[in-house]
């Protein structure tokens, strides 16, 4: 980049902007209570009100454990904190680790940053950082300062790190504790019953005093560089203190916790007299807790609790249960967990319930899902599994089984009749009734409260090899099945369609009525039939199919079309039968489309989910769909051809490849414009340089290389895209998704 001044300044770097796209609903957001007081964590960072509530909801999160088997350099972690611009920094035995929501970098522990035990965030944005054996350093615009015992520290062995209201600095370290000012300059505070002793932990408390423990239990205060208040472990009330809490809203006042499972409250100068105790059980060996959404998040050996004005509560639904050690939230409100041996844990939003995982349901092909009262059934290729309450349905016992023609099914228990059958869908109809198409065993069952009758070759059905049916407005049930499509109302077929009525293609997969009363088939491979009064009209690539295999013909009311879902495109049909084809759709690949009341159009895909507006579907120009996947929360794939429950209220349980998946479509999506996206700093030449005080770089002119990083630092389940361009350099913009955004 050659210009004419020496040192011209690129003010604007980077145009970086998200796109406007939907992602993530607001699941369970706890509402900010307003008496609740500011309280900061071990990490120095204020806490945040949670977006999520893992305690009070089973469903509506998702707890993802990352270790040395899926990004995190190393299994187990000491700390964890954030800085303003965005970065999350993870403390571990394997050094500083820095996450920006998409990649896990270990930093180069060449400047003597191995081993790290402790950070915290000061006031000034700078990350101190305390290690095992290395002494304390602080971390600004990417330099290191480091002190250890040369400098003055009682100890290179760093165990907590805070800050008081006036800026100093307090490091406690295995073997005393040492101040340093706004001029780093370190002093060992001087007192012989702290010279040598071993601080377990400092923690800053809301009337301007730090307060401490050591590891034998010792208790402490300070008031700038000296002790007000010392209370050794033979004279303290609570015996075996191994962590400790600053209460925010009660001055003095400090939650206790020993080896056992109970917390205490108490005052300090008081020696805890008329303390408050809580069982914590079965918890035990709290290490830390901190004050997040209204309640005291607790840290155990064992695992992780939070305790609030109704008692105690175990989260027992989480993967990470060994050796918490910390707890913060970031920016999003996601809550964040440490293990000294498991890693780091993320409790984040998650509109997608996993109802195998739920019920404890081994893994499966789900065919079709399908609501019966509090009942849920789904069909699989070896029989039907049936869950209620959250717990698999053993048993449903058979009053009467027979066929349409009266023949005897001999059976007693409808989970019996259909062990090992192979079930393509089930449907309700506007009676309640359940519609049950077997493949090759049973024909088409109806069941109703107990009473199973069945529809056979022999009662007049094409052949036994049914795969779905659909309702019309008077009740007529029409049944897609090898052959054609067959009519059955009441208790018995009254006719059907086939080969004879110039349905040349009789292997039918989809069937529904027009809102003319007209019968519309979709088939595997020979288009689309619609047959009326006037006869039987065939629809294929001639009239502007992308493909003869189709798969789901859909009604929208709303827009007065048809979405017709085939093997290689999505495309509509008005009311004439016209048909569009949707040429940027992004995903060939598709199976199904469900509707909700906003216009929105999900759509059930081999890859997982696209959402889309029916309007910008229709208007066929620039599409960009919300995308959902296994990395957004998305536990399974739907199943092809597979038939999925969507209830009035907007609950779908998608079919999937080895389950089922709850969500809700109707639910208000969350925008993605309070993301936090940054240009922390950019390469000249291969030379790192960082913002001015008025954000503008500076770059040589003798550059020849710049290289630009750019972040979007999100830690929730979402990806969303993200375009960027230098402008000046840059004729276009470029568009990406944010798991793929790299230097630039």
Known sequence: MNHPSAAPVLRRILSLMLLGLLALPLVNALPAAAEEPLSYNASGNLNGVPSVDPIANREGFSAVLYDNTNGLPTSEANAVAHTSEGFLWIGSYAGLIRYDGNTFERMDSTNGITSVTCLFVDDKDRLWIGTNANGVAVMERGEFRIWDKRDGLGSSSVRAVTQNKNGLIYVGTTAG?????????????????????????????????????TQDGDLFSLRDRAVKTYLSSEECSVKGVIGLLPDPSRAGYLHLATQGSQ?????????????????VSPLSYVERFEFIGGRIWICAGNGVGAVDAEGFHLLDNVPMNNSVGHVMTDYEGNLWFTSTRQGVMKVVPNQFTD?????????????????????????????????????RVERLPLTRAVTASGRDLGAS????????????SIVRDSRGRLWISTWRTHGLLRYDRGEVLAFTVEDGLFSDRTRVVSECENGVILV???????????????????AGDGIVNTEILTVTEGENGDIILGSDGGGLYIISEQGTRHIGVDEGLGSEVVMRVKHDPAHDLYWIVTTNSIAYMDADYKVTTVTNFPYPNDFDVCLNSRGDVWILAGNGI???????????????????????????????????ELTADGDLYLAGTTGVVKVNIEKPLESVNDIKAAVPFVEADGERLYPDGEGAFVVPSSTKKLTVYSFVFNYSLMNPRVRYRLEGFDPDVTILSRSELAPV
Not at 266 to 275: I, V
Not at 362 to 378: K, R, S
Not at 481 to 489: A, Q
């Open 177 to 213: 504790v040492a101040v340093i000012d706004g001029d780093m300059d370190l002093r060992t505070l001087d007192d012989e019953r702290l010279n040598d002793a071993y601080i377990r932990d400092i923690r800053a408390g809301s009337d301007g005093l730090i307060y401490g423990l």
């Open 263 to 279: 917390i205490f409250l108490g005052r300090l100068e008081d020696n805890f007299a008329d303390m408050d105790t809580r069982d």
């Open 355 to 391: 109802v195998f995982e739920q019920c404890g349901l081994e893994p499966a092909v789900v065919n079709a899902t399908c609501l019966y009262g509090d009942q849920l059934f789904m069909a699989t290729d070896s029989g039907l599994i049936v869950t209620e309450n959250g717990k």
């Open 413 to 424: 228990d409808l989970l019996t009749f259909l062990d090992g059958v192979r079930i393509r």
């Open 480 to 498: 897609a099945n090898t052959g054609g499509v067959t009519l059955i109302e009441g208790d018995r077929v009254v006719g059907s369609y086939g």
């Open 610 to 644: 696209y959402v889309a507006s029916a309007d910008a579907l229709m208007a066929n120009g620039e599409i960009t769909p919300v995308f959902y996947s296994r990395d957004n929360g998305l536990s399974c794939i739907s199943t092809a051809n597979s038939y999925s």
